[in-house]
């Protein structure tokens, strides 16, 4: 049996700021703050990209698409993932599936849960069966808690095509 399988696993985080916009998995929330970045801060899609480059221990996110870069300044993050998974695909992998961990104090983030599954799965090209994602808050612990700033986790499975 061909069980060529790869494991990835990523982790993100961004600053909150008032009178940002606030764009996680490809989604954008209305709130009264968004994230602190670079790039349009989407810290679910930044986490997913690190998982998928992690799978073929092919770096990270920053040294592909440095913050240095004018390139990227305020780019959607959904470019950069379609990005990264060209290269997982050209080195003959597919996704199996993904899942999202998104640590956020507010809003309340499940009446966007369908749209960005939907979102990461189209750009992914992807069923929408093979993205999770899940949100929790923190308790109001540490500074996610305090509403200082936003966490995601993602954790993606390849195989060989
Ligand atoms: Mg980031």
Redesign the pocket.
Known sequence: MNCDIRIGNGY???RLAPGLTLTLGGVTIPHDKG?V?H?D???II??LCDALLGTLALGD?GHHFP?TSDEFKGID?KILLRRTYDMIQSRGYSLVNADITLLLQAPKIAPYVPQMRSALASVLEVPVECISVKATTTERLGFTGREEGVEAYAAVLLCKD
């Open positions: 993100d985080v961004h994230c970045a790039s801060g989407d810290v930044h986490a996110i913050d993050s």
